[in-house]
T-cell receptor
Framework: EAGVAQSPRYKIIEKRQSVAFWCNPISGHATLYWYQQILGQGPKLLIQFQNNGVVDDSQLPKDRFSAERLKGVDSTLKIQPAKLEDSAVYLC?????????????FGPGTRLTVL | AQTVTQSQPEMSVQEAETVTLSCTYDTSESNYYLFWYKQPPSRQMILVIRQEAYKQQNATENRFSVNFQKAAKSFSLKISDSQLGDTAMYFCAFMKHERRGASGSRLTFGEGTQLTVNP
């Protein structure tokens, strides 16, 4: 079965510009996650979707970050405007459902550099 | 809030030997999951092993096993017969057990331990 797909793999932008990342989860996976991984740190959850509804966005900086999962499949994460501290790898993950008994499968990530 | 601490930023081991990675966590929850994830260089994160807190028996997956000490809030990973392909960043992670009607599945990660297996 195909894994979690993400694009682009790399992105370099100037601060105050906008950027969007795309994620296609494993087919049939109802739960989708976006994590932010700053260099030298473990990933931090930004947002969790169950189908097309938001379950947890408590750590999403809502003044500049937004995410959507239309039709409960693909998802996009947007940053507008970007700040230097947004430089990180953005990981998308998916699972059959919520909970610790459903393994989260991670994509390769999008490495964002903000100059 | 939960916190996960990995006190060993880097470790190395000789091929075929055994190595143990340490992890401690802090939580007021009584039921939860603990995980070890592996992130090889330039490759995606994969699950190594999972432990449910209410289970007394330590989880094992082939060459990987854990030592789960609930009272001490400790969750170490032992890798036996280390192989070159085990070289990676290893993350310890925590997840609260979901309650009926709730579906949050946030993984809280530690800072990671970079393991290098030497030939």
């Amino acid at each position: 079965e195909a894994g979690v797909a993400q694009s682009p793999r790399y992105k370099i932008i100037e601060k105050r510009q906008s950027v969007a990342f795309w994620c296609n989860p494993i087919s049939g996976h109802a739960t989708l996650y976006w994590y932010q991984q700053i260099l030298g740190q473990g990933p931090k959850l930004l947002i969790q979707f169950q189908n097309n509804g938001v379950v947890d966005d408590s750590q999403l900086p809502k003044d500049r970050f937004s995410a959507e999962r239309l039709k409960g499949v693909d998802s996009t994460l947007k940053i507008q405007p970007a700040k230097l501290e947004d430089s990180a790898v953005y990981l998308c993950a998916s699972s059959r459902g919520p909970g610790g008994y459903n393994e989260q499968f991670f994509g390769p990530g999008t490495r964002l550099t903000v100059l | 809030a939960q916190t996960v601490t990995q006190s060993q930023p880097e470790m190395s081991v000789q091929e075929a030997e055994t190595v143990t990675l340490s992890c401690t966590y802090d939580t007021s929850e009584s039921n939860y999951y603990l995980f070890w994830y592996k992130q090889p260089p330039s490759r995606q994160m994969i699950l190594v092993i999972r432990q449910e807190a209410y289970k007394q028996q330590n989880a094992t997956e082939n060459r990987f096993s854990v030592n789960f000490q609930k009272a001490a809030k400790s969750f170490s990973l032992k890798i036996s017969d280390s192989q070159l392909g085990d070289t990676a960043m290893y993350f310890c992670a925590f997840m609260k057990h979901e309650r009926r009607g709730a579906s949050g599945s946030r993984l809280t990660f530690g800072e990671g331990t970079q393991l290098t297996v030497n030939p």
